[in-house]
């Protein structure tokens, strides 16, 4: 049971270069999510879908993309690359988007733009 | 401003004793609260959770409490291991909206 697969583990890009990161999860959860997480600040979240055919911004939106491909699969488009997105992402889901309902998280992407 | 403050980045106890994570908040609309485990190179995984109509939940050697009139939530682990030692996120909910994290403690159990 692979739960949460995210794809690359490791990606660098240069400032202006764009990117999609890959997130698929074999639990039949409804919603799904991506987070950063940075130094000190714990996990942030970017976007998320509660169920499939929606998606919300969540705290820190601007320079993402994303997409509900189906109701596997999440990806976050990166379309011009900074500095500032400088991260490590994880991917997410979750049956339900409230209450108890807990999180599986995926290893992450470790992502790097100079 | 950071909703949910876990305002020590490290803890450090010796095996067999008890870990104490705290965490502080300041939305009065958070009904459940989360603490998960995340060990390097590895996704977060939940640990175990507290709905706001409870002050204490427990599950093994973990004990979660919740003083709401304090806005306090801390993590108790009796006792502690070495495969304990870990960074610990707190979370918190408010009905209807999503997860705000916390920055995390990490904690190092000695041998």
């Known amino acids: 049971n692979a739960g949460v697969t995210q794809t690359p583990k490791f990606q660098v890009l240069k400032t202006g270069q764009s990117m999609t990161l890959q997130c698929a999860q074999d639990?039949?959860?409804?919603?799904m999510y991506w987070y950063r997480q940075d130094p000190g600040m714990g996990l942030r979240l970017i976007y998320y879908?509660?169920?499939?055919?929606?998606?919300d911004k969540g705290e820190v939106p601007n320079g993402y993309n994303v997409s509900r491909l189906n109701k596997r699969e999440f990806s976050l488009r990166l379309e011009s690359a900074a500095p500032s997105q400088t991260s490590v992402y994880f991917c997410a889901s979750s049956e339900r988007p409230e209450g108890n309902s807990p999180l599986h998280f995926g290893n992450g992407t470790r992502l790097t733009v100079t | 401003d950071q909703q949910v403050k876990q305002n020590s980045p490290s803890l450090s106890v010796q095996e067999g004793r008890i870990s104490i994570l705290n965490c502080d908040y300041t939305n009065s609309m958070f009904d459940y609260f989360l603490w998960y485990k995340k060990y390097p190179a590895e996704g977060p995984t939940f640990l175990i959770s507290?709905?706001?109509?409870?002050d204490k939940n427990e599950d093994g050697r973990f004990t979660v409490f919740l003083n709401k009139s304090a806005k306090h939530l801390s993590l108790h682990i009796v006792p502690s291991q070495p495969g304990d030692s870990a960074v610990y996120f707190c979370a918190a909910r408010p009905t209807g909206n999503m997860l705000t994290f916390g920055g995390g403690t990490r904690l190092m159990v000695k041998p």
């Open positions: 879908s509660a169920s499939e055919g929606t998606t």
């Open positions: 639990m039949n959860h409804n919603s």
């Open positions: 507290i709905s706001s109509i409870k």
